[in-house]
């Protein structure tokens, strides 16, 4: 038995397939769906999404969402955000991640920012640095 797993964000459905496992960050902490898993809707935090299809792991970031586990075995995350490890760009990640810090540390003494959309900005840059770095894959050693 598999799980329904669709990943939708607010662009598009980055996949429609079948998972034999996902493993997600709530604001409760990491919790692991199973087929055949009770009903549930709860809160994603952002974060590393790992799901297994055919005995291979995928990796993905994720900047918060929801997901919700239906009674028919299919699992829907919408996220703000979903990108595969290997498709991310570090040196961009990086830069994101500077220019998000530099954005707060110059709001500091600034009337009228929104606090929680810079640091929003800023979880999304540091997970996908985070993210990309944990599970990017190196190039095998030649003549060494």
Known sequence: ???KFKIITPERE?????????????????????PGHIPLITVLQPGELR???DGEEKFLAISGGFAEMR???TLII??????????????????????AEKAMKEARNVEGID????QAQLERAVNRVKIAKKY??????VNR
């Open 1 to 3: 038995m598999k799980i």
């Open 115 to 118: 606090y929680a959309a810079l």
């Open 78 to 99: 919408l996220a703000d955000t979903a990108e595969y490890a290997e498709h991310i760009d570090i040196e961009r990640a990086e830069a994101a991640r500077e220019r």
């Open 71 to 73: 009674p028919d075995n």
């Open 136 to 141: 990017r894959k190196l190039p095998p050693m």
């Open 51 to 53: 799901y297994k299809k």
């Open 14 to 34: 980055i996949f429609s397939e079948e998972a034999e496992q996902i493993t997600m960050m709530t604001r409760d902490g990491e919790i692991t769906i199973l």
